[in-house]
DNA sequence: GTTCTAGAAC
DNA sequence: GTTCTAGAAC
């Protein structure tokens, strides 16, 4: 057994500015048992900031001399520190510190560190922090590490820097990771907002993730200028002088903790888009109120809150001012400033239902609103999202009742979360209007109206639900009816039964959402913008009816007429036909072709198909396996595009590397790796299970931001998604290794 | 599905 | 200036 060998130890620390990676080495290397070097990208020109590939230069001539060395720098994302990982592979253990400390006090010690009096400095190194942040991946072990510490607090880099400083020559840390890891938290768009408030000239474009656990909330010693952000966070920047404290437009001194959840049946929504989709305050505030407008004509004893985080508000004071204009009765609409996910604890205002201004994908994550409400409703909003719907288009919405064991439903009294995607304007974020107001105010009248009414469908189920709460309670709180537009109370509501009662008689006007849907989805509003916004549950239309083009022919003819297409085709069996893609988007692609007639595309499949889709499935193996069998790196996929441009149906087998001049666009790389494909497996068992296949033929995932297969890190254009997936070699996401989705070499 | 190309983005 | 996208024609 070898025991003298001395060990060298690769150590890669990642933080951002002011996380206290120089003075982890410093205080490692004060004590140190064993020789290290720290390879500083602040210090490694002549004293001054140096590149990345002097600090490769001296990282590798350290370690040639048998030293271990400390790579001091932010590291954050995976590509700045994959060089770092494969340098000098022999022989030495590749270690990653993880200083993952709390935003507020990396931006606090950069300030501090520069030395620079005044809030604009502060701004600047908040940016630079946040833009640093915004990059963050936390390292895996898959990346090559052999060892993996997660600090994140002076606790846990204190018992860090114990540890290596205890290292003597001949030691070896154990593997594996430690210490505790944080979900990947972002960057606050909120912040962002706030900066440009502030002129800080180079600010970060926001990417929409959130950062959810950087500030504390109370935090303001330091600093005299709070900014809450739409999560509930405080930022400590400058010295801009106002401290803007929590504080609501409504009802001063009301007795609202007071209300009970049968009062009235309430919908709290934030103002859609005009976040981080940057729709136009001033219409968007018009939409506001004209949708408001008309449904509360229709509606019985509901009402409608608009929320916003900030006081001031932009959006609020606009469309306060337009609904008092409009004469709109205040106790039925009024807007409220505060934390949409605790406006009952901390507002004392009950809304039983919530809006979110959702992404697409109905995930959590993205800044403001919905990575608040996804965190403050706990993963059981997602997966109830996740049964209710898949994604989700512009202008459409999706009622997701709240599990009992969430924390909004135990503490906020919130029953349903509506989920709505807004039309966007912003050029960064997908299906972007570009300016195009006359679609993009459409658009938002159709978010409002699908959000209205779905509130609208879940208190038509829940009237009897609230009668007979309220017959138990007699609490009333009249106080929360105040005027808030200025005029007088019109309504005390005394008998809330009675109103319940009259709620049951709501009903809907033609739901716009359902129009070009059959008519018995048309009688249930929530049961059809469920299936309409949801591809997940069912196909509406039939879609058999799609004209193909000439061009769309030739795999048509194909099948019929296999025998004169003898140069095209690998193999002609009885039920289809085997043949590579004329123009493959990887190494490997194939195209195993139904020869029946009449089944144009997945849309057409149905339960008599299913012994067709099998031997699909089973020849596009075979296939698949006698490439394996060739080069066991490969990884291949079976599956469908949800609506192919080519007529007659057809299975791609196609090799995971993606490696093609022909593919050229964000088309073809979407068709592949969004929901549009619909992997062979799941086809099968859904055909088999309810008779047809699940289409997400929504045009918005084809025009998906590029997101690498492996480890989702999003590129700019092709170019760049090519040039990064021809490296990554990132495990696949676990819904792909499930359920042999994947085909790898045995 | 591709090709072509205007014009946006860099 | 070059690169890249996206829409129209096929």
Known sequence: ???????????????????????????????????????????????????????????????????????????????????????????????????????????????????????????KAAAVVNRMLQKKELPKLTEGFSRIT??????????????????????????????????????????????????????????????????????????????????????LVGNAGNKVTEGRDFPK?????????????????????????????????????????????????????????????????????????????????????????????????RCNVIANAANWRLKPGGGGVNAAIFSAAGPSLEIATKEQAGSLSPGNAVVVPLPSTS?????????????????NMNPQRPN????????????????????FEGFASIMKTQTTVLEANCQKSGSRS????????????????????????????????????????????????????????????????????????????????????????????????????VLNDLYPKAQNHLLVLARMEGIDHLADVRREHLELLRTMHAVGLKKAEKFLSDDKSLIFRLGYHSAPSMRQLHLHVISQDFNSKHLKNKKHWNSFNTDFFRDSVDVMEEVDKYGKAILNNDDSLLSMELRCHRCRSAHPNIPRLKSHISNCRAPFPATLLQNCRLLLAA
């Open 407 to 423: 924390p909004l439903y135990k503490s906020e009294g919130v029953t349903h979360v509506i989920h709505v995607l807004g039309p």
């Open 478 to 577: 009249s106080e929360l009816h105040k005027d808030l537009f200025g005029k007088s109370p019109t309504n005390h509501f005394p008998n809330s039964d009675q109103k319940i009662k009259r709620d049951s008689s709501y009903e809907t006007k033609g739901n716009k959402k359902c129009k070009g849907l059959p008519d018995e989805l048309g009688s249930d509003i929530a049961d059809a913008m469920v299936k309409k916004t949801h591809p997940k549950n069912e196909k509406i239309d039939c879609g058999t009816s799609k004209a193909w083009g000439s061009w769309a022919q030739a795999l048509y003819h194909i099948a019929m007429h296999p025998e004169e297409h003898k140069n095209d085709v690998i193999e002609i069996a009885d039920d289809v036909v």
């Open 1 to 123: 057994m070898e025991v003298d060998r001395e060990n060298i130890s690769k150590v890669i620390l990642m933080g951002a500015p002011g996380s206290g990676k120089s003075t982890f080495c410093d205080d490692v290397m004060r004590t140190a048992r064993r020789p290290w070097v720290r390879i500083c990208q602040d210090t490694i020109g002549n004293g001054k900031s140096g590149t990345k590939s002097q600090c490769l230069k001296s990282a590798a001539e350290a370690l040639k001399d048998g030293k271990s060395v400390f790579i001091d720098r932010c590291n954050l994302d995976r590509e700045q520190r994959a060089e770092f990982v494969k340098l000098g592979v022999h022989q030495v253990d590749v270690h990653a510190v993880v200083l993952d400390l709390p935003a507020r006090l990396c931006i606090s010690r950069s300030v501090k560190r520069t030395g620079h009096e005044g809030n604009l400095q502060g701004g």
């Open 253 to 349: 001194g009301s007795s609202a903790g007071a209300l009970s959840l049968c009062d009235v049946p309430t919908l709290a929504f934030p103002s859609i888009s005009t976040a981080d989709f940057q729709f136009n305050h001033e219409k968007a505030s018009n939409v506001i109120v004209e949708k408001v407008e008309e449904f509360l004509s229709n509606a019985g004893n509901i009402r409608l809150v608009l929320v916003d985080l900030t006081h001031g508000s932009k959006i609020l004071s606009l469309v306060r001012a337009k609904a008092a204009q409009k004469n709109i009765d205040s106790n039925k609409f009024f807007t409220f400033v505060g934390d949409i996910t605790q406006l009952y604890t901390k507002g004392g205002l």
């Open 432 to 451: 972007c209007l570009e300016n195009d107001y006359s679609k993009g105010c459409k658009v938002l009248r159709e978010a409002y109206s699908s959000l």
């Open 150 to 235: 997660f600090c994140q607090n002076e606790i846990d880099v204190q018992g860090a820097v114990s540890t290596y400083s205890a290292l003597d020559p001949l030691d070896t840390l154990p593997s594996g990771c430690f210490g505790q890891k944080k979900q990947d938290a972002k960057i606050q768009l909120g912040i962002m907002k706030f900066l440009k408030k502030v002129e800080v000239p180079d600010t970060v474009g926001s990417n929409g993730n959130s950062f959810q656990d950087s500030v504390s909330k109370h935090e303001t010693k330091e600093k005299n200028f709070s900014f809450k952000g739409p999560e509930n966070v405080t930022l």
